[in-house]
């Protein structure tokens, strides 16, 4: 039994984590697989002779989402292409939002007369007339909507429903409902009233939506920069003391009961116990703690503080993943992915949300 963490791109809603988990418990030899949508994350325990990676990759990728193996020297575990195709997904997402958002004020500031019943002098009628705002529309529904048609596709593919199911339906009846009045506007037109259009309800739902999704990507963004600033506070080489000969070396290299040098003004590189030699400890970067801390012979030394006034020596007694900065970064991957408990029952209601909603639609159509 094995056990790998995928990296995943593309999903934008509880319903695409729940089908990338369904798409991995399918695979032939997987165990047990837990996806995780905030992280972008799937914890996969499978049976190395029966399923490889490229095999779990195949299925995310048949499901319609992208999966890379985690990276081992990146704090985030993941590979430089990951990396591109996320920033190049933020850019192109902010792209949207300001281009929807723009064009929705300006059908939202011309349908105001027409949906307050009021003349306001600074807003000219013609702002709302049907044929500009179909124009206006059109960039919106078509461009900056692509990428919910393009997953609610994906979804149709696989027999579900996501929520960018419910985005297209809605926002494509009021656009299409729109044109066919436009269009041929006698069967809807009522004595001594115009047509309604909806244009500006198709366009809004979509730009809020959009803008959403990159808060979202904002948050993860940030998210990230904490764990890497994190990482970044420890250092990458540590003078140790091995058969009476000091010498620079990678972190990595350092081993349980080797014994360390810190000079003043250095930061200590890994966790453990002083064992020659008296300072004061800035340890305010992992405990909080203002005021330096006095440290003797016998007293703890926590990796990533930085020592400031005199020489020490510590024998070391946890590194890599066992660290304390290790833990911290490790807690704060695992509070960006914790659910909270009503977020695990709208996780499972999503499953029914989707087509409840549909059906409720067809019933008020029939």
């Not at 400890?281 to 006095?294: K, L, N, Q, R």
Request: glycine share 6%; charged share 15%; aromatic share 6%.
């Amino acid at each position: 039994m094995a056990q790998t963490i995928l990296t995943l791109q593309g999903m934008s809603c509880a319903a695409c984590a729940s089908a990338v988990e369904n798409a991995l418990k399918q695979v032939q030899g997987v165990d047990s697989c837990t996806v995780n949508f905030g992280a972008e994350q799937a914890q996969v325990h499978y049976r190395d002779d029966q399923a490889s990676i490229t095999d779990l990759q195949t299925a995310v990728a048949d499901a319609g989402y992208h999966a890379y193996p985690m990276v081992a020297n990146d704090p985030l575990g993941k590979s430089p292409e990951a990396k591109a195709q996320q920033q190049a997904e933020t850019q192109r997402l902010r792209r949207r939002v300001w281009v929807s958002g723009m064009i929705s004020l300006i059908l939202v500031v011309g349908s105001i007369p027409m949906m307050t019943g009021l003349t306001i002098p600074i807003i000219p009628m013609w702002l709302h007339h049907p044929v500009l705002q179909w124009i206006l529309t059109t960039p919106i529904q078509l461009w900056a909507g692509y990428p919910f048609y393009i997953n609610a596709w994906k979804a149709l593919k696989r027999r579900t429903a996501t929520m960018d199911t419910l985005i297209v339906l809605g926002t494509t009846a009021a656009y299409v409902y729109s044109v066919v009045v436009v269009l041929w506007p006698a069967p809807f037109t009522e004595p001594g009233a115009m047509p309604a259009v909806y244009f500006e309800s198709a366009a809004v739902v979509i730009t809020l939506i959009l803008l959403g999704r990159w808060f979202e990507h904002r948050a993860k963004g940030h998210t990230a920069d904490a764990i890497r600033k994190l990482v970044g506070l420890q250092p990458r080489t540590a003078r140790v003391r091995r058969d009476g000969v000091d010498q620079d070396m990678p972190i990595a290299a350092v081993q349980v009961d080797d014994i360390v040098l810190i000079r003043p003004g250095e930061t200590i590189p890994v966790d453990g116990e002083v064992i020659a030699g008296a300072s004061t400890v800035d340890e305010a970067m992992v405990t909080g703690e203002s005021v330096p801390v006095e440290k003797g012979v016998g007293d703890e030394a926590i990796g990533a503080t930085l020592n400031r006034t005199g020489s020490l020596q510590i024998r070391v007694t946890r590194v890599g993943q066992d660290t304390v900065l290790a833990q911290i970064i490790r807690l704060v991957q695992e509070a960006q992915g914790e659910k909270e408990p009503i977020q695990r029952v709208a996780d499972q209601d999503t499953q029914w949300f989707v087509p409840a909603l549909l059906t409720i639609a067809l019933i008020t159509a029939i």
